[in-house]
């Protein structure tokens, strides 16, 4: 099923034949009986329309007077960032339901310099933002492991108090997903870094395997079924 777009609203096209293959978001909004939101009712709609094999082309006007009613960024006719409307559209849904199929763990350890205390902290996300590891122009790609390698093995905090040793030194902060992983992953590319006050886009392609099954960490594997570039 493809989206009609209205000005340059092809971000929530994409967004929208991003959720479409997901199963878990299917089967939920498909069953729902009173949506708790007009924004999961017009998401349910949509999907309702979608797999009843009426239609090849969907208009989601609904949707767009939905965002508009609500007063969102999204409302209009511009352009927006898709992952912030994905975020958006997810945060409309059942709390339970999101933690349970996009919600995932990530545990943060500190480690001091001066005594080598850790001290750890867990933290529900459903998406994960990942670096680029190779930013500059003409750089060859890189690959959606190395991404989530260059997320997880962390950064050096300077000045860091250590709270068993109260001496202020430098600590080394590293990330692992804990626990049992989420069924759908969600992967942030950070395409925009910031330099002397001024945005530049990250051109560095990356690359993932299409259909395959890809193990980024261990134990842990995943399919692609959406992408978006906007």
């Given amino acids: 099923v493809g989206f009609f777009n209205f000005g340059n609203t092809c971000y929530l096209s994409s967004i929208l034949q991003c959720l479409l293959p997901v199963v878990e978001l299917r089967d939920y909004l498909r069953g729902l009986q009173s949506p708790q939101s007009t924004i999961t009712a017009e998401l349910a709609n949509i999907f ?20 508009r009613d609500l007063g969102t960024e999204f409302s209009g006719t511009g352009q927006c960032d898709s992952q912030e409307l994905l975020q958006f559209l997810l945060d409309s849904c059942d709390e339970d339901f999101i933690a349970s199929t996009f919600g995932g763990t990530i545990r943060s350890t500190v480690e001091c310099w001066n005594c080598s205390n850790q001290s750890c902290k ?82 560095t392609l990356v690359d993932f395997p299409v259909g395959d099954l890809l193990e980024v960490i261990k134990k842990c594997e995943v399919r692609l079924v959406g992408g978006t570039s906007h």
């Fill in 122 to 203: 867990e933290e529900t996300i459903n998406t994960l933002q990942l670096e680029i590891p190779n930013e500059e122009e003409g750089e060859e790609g890189v690959h959606l492991v190395d991404c989530l390698s260059t997320y997880l093995e962390g950064e050096q905090v300077e000045d860091k108090e250590c709270e068993e040793c109260n001496y202020r030194t430098v600590a080394q902060k590293t990330l692992e997903l804990f626990g049992t992983q989420p069924p759908v992953l969600i992967f942030h590319l950070k395409r925009f870094k910031w330099l002397g006050g001024k945005s530049s886009k990250i051109h």
């Fill in 48 to 67: 309702n329309h979608a797999y009843s094999n009426e239609y090849t082309k969907l208009a989601p006007t609904a949707m767009r007077g939905a965002l």
